[in-house]
């Protein structure tokens, strides 16, 4: 798994510039180093037997990218779609090569310059988003935004379709 | 030129034969002295010196100069391939490979890494000892070695020199008779033949060129670095060779061939290189001059060759060098050597050239315009025809990969003391160059384990009745689209019960849970199984064959196992034969499109909506067939049509119906690689991207119908195991 180094140390997150986007009336960051692009919500694939945190995929130029939806990973209800509903697509670079994944969020905001000062360390409790999920809280005008660490929310997407595979062959193997 | 470019391309070409060599060696085990393969090995090694030697790589030189020098020997028949000397040989090509490899990895090889060096010199002394007892050491580091005193060398008694002086040889201020001056001083000239061929009409010749070519018989004791040295100011622009005394049939050969001369007559060649002497000569020319007057033209090689003046393979070199002059130009090039990357980058772009297509004509399709829609099928007929061109460019045949393991069952035999042969079959078969590469590894394994665990030691197979030799197979065919390989062995069988025993023993069934005997195999493939009872080197640590179904799964392929106690075991891997386009057959759900695979569809058969399938089956014709509704089985709530129709798939002897909702017709599809979200997903086969830019998902039917089957055959199963 892609542990980050400095979430174990105790450290906070970098300061640098980070995407901010809105989800469900909740705010959030992801460090633009990710961020490949950010595309309108079109025509999307669905793909049967997935769990529902997976909308399914699409056409990104030839290419097949997955797209997820974060309000349902998050355990909230799915993304409404709106006019303003985008996917941003994110460049992931993991253990084994790049993934291209893309997220569905109610609203793309701005690229803001966070610095140091303006991060503090992730709250071990308090918050409905899984802990390990957030990299350090930004202070954005006087409000409080997550600073997702995407590489964990996208390894424990695949943690969970694995287990649901193997649970699925398990089924069908003994029925 | 660029360096690096021609030293990869000289890597590659070792390796190629360096494999070469190692099955032309592993055949000499079986068919000691067969002429052919002894000359293939010295072929490959000569090659190799000779490439390796434009580089300076003086070490893989000195070192392949011993091992040919020894091979001669074996040609000439002084030695024998027997079981020692191809074990060493086969040591050698494995040092050759590692010195070529550290090449690769750009190690210089002026002062050997001190890993390979004992070896490198423990090999060369073993090498020496095949050759006469000349100063063996010296030979190491020696490049060009002078061969002399041979029993079986032609009755010559002096050196033979050919000298082709180049034309600035007299401007460059050098005086061909001052060098015969000067061999003087340590030999004697017995004989000196001028070759003038090139000397031109007196009107165009130019006084300050030399067009002079000498044969030379020269008498000496020297060495051939003495003789060597007396042509080194006019070495640079002028062809010279020089055979030793007693030199044998086939350097003259070698001779003949490097020689400039394209009209001289075969007869004036053979006396010039001493091969004939005149009288031998004019003898020939007299029957030829015979067969004339009964108005036979025969060439004189023929002659020569019926008279047995000459050896026949003098006589076929100096044909085939006349033959040569003629086809040289056109038979060079009728390979061509690609970077792969370059045949995936076509291998791409077709695929997108396959989806553009299919758009276009959608479009046209669309406008109704009927001479836009001509166009269009036939630009859509030319794209097939290059996707089936360049399709084929990517594959390879099994063959090199099976022939690989001829010498791991040679060596894991000899190991394990085990007596086994290999036999390979279907090695013509093709596929995709990935598939090929990434085979290797689990083959290896499967082969290990059929040769450690499979095969019983000889006195168990004796009284079982079975030969002493175990027997290995590897065999490749195609069927419905896919590759099969199996690796079969005829040992012991796999015991179910011991299977089952070990299974329950590792908590991977529940007590009293009943599996059909096919079954019971597979769970051989389950992580941290394994049923070898003693653990040795080669195999028995518990990873295994759970690597090797996942390396197969990894490659959309299936794996399975079918085993007699007693009587052997085979292990059948499936593979897709290509992982980049395949012909689809479109179907259509709800709002989503499905591609299946094309060979895998059977039939197509209307459903009869007033005929309900109870529990998952339909008769057709007689049979029972398992089917599924694809849109309860995808859980896609939109309505039912009032029409639906079955496809019907088939692979590996398994059947079942699709139920879908509209047949949309065959489909090239370019499979997209499954992103890594997917990859643990059942049922799915990767995506592919419509003509209008949709994304459709390409079913994995194996796996479909691996899990449609099981669940509608496992209650029968049961009952009869029970």
């Known amino acids: ?175 | 030129m660029d360096m690096d470019e021609v030293l990869k391309v000289f890597i590659a070409e070792s390796q190629e034969l360096l494999q070469q060599m190692e099955e032309a060696l592993l055949m000499l085990e079986h068919a000691p002295g067969d002429s052919d393969t002894i000359n293939a090995i010295f072929r490959a090694a000569h090659t190799i010196k000779g490439s390796a030697g434009l580089f300076g790589l003086d070490a893989i030189v000195a070192f392949t100069h011993i091992a040919e020098s020894v091979l001669d020997r074996v040609r000439s028949g002084e030695l024998r391939f027997d079981a020692e000397l191809t074990a060493l040989f086969l040591q050698v090509r494995d040092h050759l490979g590692e010195l070529v490899r550290l090449v690769d990895e750009g190690i210089d090889l002026s002062s050997l890494p001190a890993e390979v060096q004992p070896l490198h010199t423990q090999l060369g002394d073993c090498l020496s000892r095949y050759l006469p007892s000349t100063d063996s050491q010296s030979q190491l580091r020696a490049t060009e070695r002078i061969e002399r005193g041979h029993e079986h060398g032609l009755s010559a008694d002096h050196w033979h020199i050919s000298l082709r002086f180049g034309p600035d040889t007299l401007r460059n201020g050098m005086d061909p008779l001052g060098l015969f001056r000067y061999l003087n001083t340590f030999g004697r000239i017995v004989s000196l033949v001028p070759v003038l061929d090139r000397m031109p009409a007196a009107a165009e010749m130019d006084p300050e060129t030399c067009y002079l070519g000498f044969e030379v018989a020269f008498y000496s004791d020297a060495d051939k670095a003495t003789i060597d040295g007396a042509f080194e100011f006019v070495r640079e622009d002028s062809l010279i060779r020089i055979l030793p005394p007693h030199s044998k049939s086939d350097q003259y050969l070698e001779l003949i061939r490097a020689l400039p001369e394209e009209d001289m007559r075969l007869g004036e060649i053979l006396m010039r290189c001493g091969t004939l002497t005149a009288t031998e000569l004019q003898e020939v020319l007299h029957t030829q001059v015979q067969s004339q007057q009964r108005a036979e033209t025969r060439p004189i090689g023929q002659v020569l060759m019926e008279e047995s003046l000459v050896q026949p393979p003098v006589i076929a070199a100096a044909l085939q060098k006349q033959q040569q002059i003629k086809d040289n130009r056109n038979n060079e090039n009728n390979l061509i050597r690609v970077d792969a990357s370059k045949l995936d980058r076509l291998i791409d772009l077709v695929g997108e050239l396959i989806i553009a297509g299919a758009g276009a004509q959608m479009t046209a399709q669309r406008c109704g315009h009927s001479e836009m829609q001509e166009a269009t099928e036939v630009l859509s007929r030319l794209v097939e025809e290059v996707r089936d061109s360049a399709l084929p460019l990517r594959m390879v045949q099994i063959g090199a990969t099976f022939n690989r393991f001829q010498r791991v069952v040679r060596d894991v035999s000899r190991e394990i003391s085990k007596d086994i042969a290999l036999s390979i079959s279907g090695g013509e078969t093709e596929l995709d160059k990935t598939v090929v590469e990434r085979i290797t590894d689990p083959l290896t394994h499967l082969v290990r384990n059929a040769m450690d665990h499979g095969i019983e030691p000889a006195d168990k197979r004796m009284a079982n009745a079975k030969p002493a030799q175990g027997r290995v197979w590897l065999n490749a065919f195609h069927d419905a689209g896919s590759i099969v390989i199996e690796v079969g062995d005829d040992g012991g069988g796999l015991d179910p019960q011991r299977i089952l025993a070990k299974a329950r023993e590792r908590g991977m069934l529940n007590e009293g849970q009943q599996l059909a005997e096919k079954d019971v195999f597979n769970l051989i493939f389950e992580p941290g199984f394994s049923t070898a009872e003693q653990v040795s080197n080669l195999s028995g640590r518990g990873v295994g064959m759970d690597v090797v179904k996942r390396n197969i799964t990894a490659l959309r392929g299936t794996i399975d196992l079918d085993s007699k106690l007693g009587q052997g075991t085979t292990v059948r891997i499936r593979l897709p034969l290509t992982l980049a386009i395949i012909d689809g057959f479109l179907v259509n759900v709800g709002q989503a499109s499905y591609v299946i695979p094309l060979e895998l569809v059977e039939e197509c058969i209307e459903l009869n909506s007033d005929e309900p399938f109870e529990r998952g089956h339909l008769e057709l014709r007689g049979q029972m067939l398992p089917v599924v509704r694809l849109r309860e089985l995808f859980e896609d709530d939109s309505p039912r049509p009032r029409r639906e129709s079955v496809v019907v798939v088939h692979q590996a002897g398994l059947r079942a119906g699709l139920v879908v909702d509209q047949l949309l017709g065959e489909f090239q599809t370019v499979i997209k690689p499954l992103s890594k979200v997917f990859s643990a997903c059942p049922g799915l086969g990767g995506f592919t991207i419509l003509g209008d830019g949709t994304v459709a998902l390409i079913l994995d039917i194996p796996s479909l119908l691996g899990q449609l089957t099981r669940v509608s055959e496992a209650p029968q199963r049961a009952r009869i195991e029970a």
């Not at chain 1, 140091?116 to 202070?139: N, T, V």
């Open chain 1, 1 to 175: 798994m892609n542990a980050s180094p400095r979430l174990l140390a105790g450290a906070s997150a970098p300061a640098g510039q980070y995407l901010t986007f809105t989800l469900a009336r909740e705010v959030f960051a992801v460090e633009i180093q990710v961020v490949r692009e950010i595309i309108e919500y079109g025509k999307l694939t669905g793909v049967p037997m997935l769990p529902p945190s997976i909308l399914g995929v699409i056409n990104l130029r030839g290419a097949v990218v997955p797209v997820i939806d974060l309000g349902v990973r998050f355990g909230g209800s799915a993304t409404v779609i709106g006019p303003r509903t985008c996917i941003v697509i994110l460049e992931i670079a993991q253990d084994d090569g790049t993934q291209v994944i893309g997220m569905v969020v109610d609203a793309v905001n701005e690229v803001r310059e966070l610095a140091a000062g303006e991060i503090e360390p992730a709250p071990s409790f308090g918050s409905h988003i899984r802990a390990d999920f957030i990299l350090g809280m930004g202070k954005l005008d006087e409000r409080l935004v997550v600073m997702l660490d995407v590489s964990r929310v996208i390894s424990a997407e695949d943690r969970e379709l694995l287990g649901q595979a193997q649970h699925l062959a398990h089924a069908s193997g003994t029925s």
